[in-house]
Structures are given as C-alpha cells and as structure tokens.
C-alpha cells in the first residue's frame, strides 16, 4: 500500500490532465485504484491540504471498496474512470520536483549580486543611459564576436513584461520591457548568455557569471575590475 504522500503525488498528477476527460459531454469522476482501497478525484480535491515544501496531503478522505464504487456508480449513473496507481510516475514526479528546488537553491547568489550591482552604481557614480532596440542588437553582436560565439541573441520588447530583463536560451532571445532598454541592464543579460555558453549554467549569478559581467562592466562602462572584486569581496559575493 502506497503511503499518502505517494498517492497524493499521484493524485496531483492526476488533477493537471483531469479537465481533458469528459464521456459523451459528461464530467469524468476519477477513481484511483490503489489496490484494495479506491479514492476519488472530488473527494481529495475537498480534503487536502498543501504543506511548506509544496505537497498535498489527505486530511480525511473516504476509502472506498471497489464495491462501494460499483454501487454508486449503478444508483447515481455516473461516469467513472479508474486509474490504476503507478509508482514509476509518483517517482518521476519526485524527481521531477526535486530538481526544480536544486535549481532554485543553485541560484543562491541572486539577491546578493543585485545588492552588489546597486552599490557599484554607487561606488563609481552611474547615470542611466538608454539604447535603443537596434543599438542593443549592436552590442550583443559585438560582445558576441569578442567571445567568439555564433548565433548571438535577438533583442526584442515586450510591454507584458514588467521585469527588467530576462535571457531565453531555448528561444534564443533577450526580452525587456521597451522602457527598460537600459545600457547596465542589457549588458548583465548579455553576461548570462556568454556564461550560458562558456559554463552552461542557465540565468544564475554565481562566481563564473559575476566575473564575466565585470569584465563587461570595466569594458564598457569603465568601471575599474579590481576595485569592483574588492567590494564583491566586501559584499561576500563570490567571483572567479
């Protein structure tokens, strides 16, 4: 017998595909067989509850018999779907949240490089400047050819957007809202992709990325590389 965190996994599983199964225009209870005792897809929804780490657990669901099922099914005429518990997919989904949070703790540096990039701004008296799209497109090319990397990013607005920036690997592009076409800003996006593709980290601030985007600071803005490693020292922010 499956412990309840398992069959709540399951259960989670379950309820993402649950709104695609309908049988001749009806709605589709689904029962889950986990052996002899059987649960139902409403009665989890109506007694569970999420914890810190974000799993669902039971707080008191009924069990039902496979003749219970029968019965109910007979006297109401519902349609019902039985699904058959399987561990191998309560497994997948572990590991699959498992690596979601390893991701999320890898970037652990994240809020200390923002508080250190604000400080460098600080430090060496920077005054926005802004670009526009087609100058931005310059600068990732010509940051590009210095690393000698191919196939440079396209930069694109979107007003949706309301983060500063963001780097897309898989579709190949810097996205930003068009007021924040800002010179710091599309330089620390262009650092993520050359870190991307020395390191193959994706869009995360640690040591090899806080030193790519230094050196892009001093080349650019002018802001002196040594000094700037003694503050992330100061800051405790790692670089390479």
């Known amino acids: 017998m499956p412990s309840q965190k398992d069959i709540a996994i399951m259960f989670d599983y379950i309820i993402k595909f649950e709104k695609h199964w309908s049988f001749r225009g009806r709605t589709v209870e689904i029962v889950l067989d986990c052996g002899k005792t059987y649960y139902t897809v409403s009665d989890y929804k109506k007694n569970c509850k999420i914890d810190d780490s974000g799993y669902i657990y039971f707080l008191t669901i009924p069990k039902w018999s496979n003749e219970h099922c029968q019965k109910v099914r007979h006297e109401q005429g519902s349609c019902y779907f ?12 572990k590991q699959s949240k498992e690596q979601k949070v390893s991701l999320r703790k890898r970037d652990s540096q994240r809020s200390k490089v923002y508080r250190f990039e604000n400080r460098l701004k600080s430090v060496f008296g920077y005054t926005s400047t802004f670009l526009t799209i087609d100058e ?24 949706k957007n309301t983060r500063y920036g963001f780097a897309s690997y898989t579709r190949n592009i810097i996205k ?17 992709f050359i870190d991307y593709h020395t390191y193959g980290y994706s869009n995360q601030h640690h040591a ?22 003694i503050i992330a020292d100061e800051m405790k922010v790692k670089c390479n």
């Open 82 to 93: 039985t699904l058959r518990y399987d561990q191998e997919i309560v497994d997948t989904q």
């Open 136 to 159: 931005c497109q310059e600068l990732i090319n010509e940051i590009f050819d210095i690393y000698g990397f191919s196939n440079p990013p396209r930069m694109t607005t979107s007003r």
């Open 176 to 192: 930003t809202h068009p007021d924040y076409l800002e010179y710091r800003h599309i330089l620390h996006e262009i650092a993520h």
């Open 208 to 229: 090899p990325f806080v030193s790519i985007v230094l050196e892009l600071y001093e080349m650019y803005l002018g802001w002196d590389e040594q000094k700037a490693r």
